[in-house]
């Protein structure tokens, strides 16, 4: 996962500080108490103290199953995971001087990819000459926003890079 920093929970003996904030294995706060005596609590209950919150003065620490809260922890994440949508953004070619069967036909492919919410990047390349046509290559574009109508959002407009018009379309929410 991109952007979450992983930090390592301690455990028992891990712990570094001389005093915690207790919670008790039943959620009621015992208060500041010694780390051995915190310690000691969470063996004699045949459970692991674990710290919650490293960056409280003095840290949080409760008293639990750890191996049942990495459990716990993890069903989340997956399930948080599941729950994820990927976009992808979708490429569809054009050129100058298309038919307008061909051009139907990539329209239909627009409106497929729209339907599974993905972006699409409508590329226009010129060959040759063609380069000279510029305002075709806009006519290009114009008419596959009007063709689309109000099933779209222009993200960026067209805009020409060397021999090659590109704009980002998006599905309307």
Do not use: W
Not at 24 to 38: C, H, L, M, R
Not at 47 to 75: H, N, R, T
Not at 142 to 170: C, F, K, N, Y
């Amino acid at each position: 996962m991109k952007g979450i920093v992983k930090q390592k929970v301690r455990v028992n003996r891990q712990i570094r500080a001389n005093e915690v904030r207790l919670i008790t294995s039943d959620g009621k706060q015992a208060g500041i108490v010694p780390f051995q005596n915190a310690l000691d609590i969470a063996v004699s209950e045949g459970l692991d103290l674990v710290e919650v919150a490293p960056e409280a003065e003095p840290p949080v620490c409760k008293i639990m199953d750890y191996g049942k809260f990495k459990y716990e922890q993890s069903k989340r994440s997956q399930q948080a995971k599941k729950k994820q949508v990927t976009v992808q953004v979708k490429e569809v070619k054009f050129r100058p001087k298309i038919e307008d069967h061909d051009f139907q036909f990539k329209l239909k492919n627009i409106r497929k990819f729209l339907e599974q919410k993905n972006r699409i990047k409508v590329t226009l390349m010129f060959r040759g000459r063609e380069i000279a046509f510029k305002d075709l290559g806009l006519q290009v574009m114009a008419r596959v926003v009007q063709e689309m109508g109000d099933e779209i959002v222009v993200e960026q407009h067209p805009r020409l890079e060397g021999r090659t018009m590109t704009m980002m379309l998006s599905p309307k929410s």
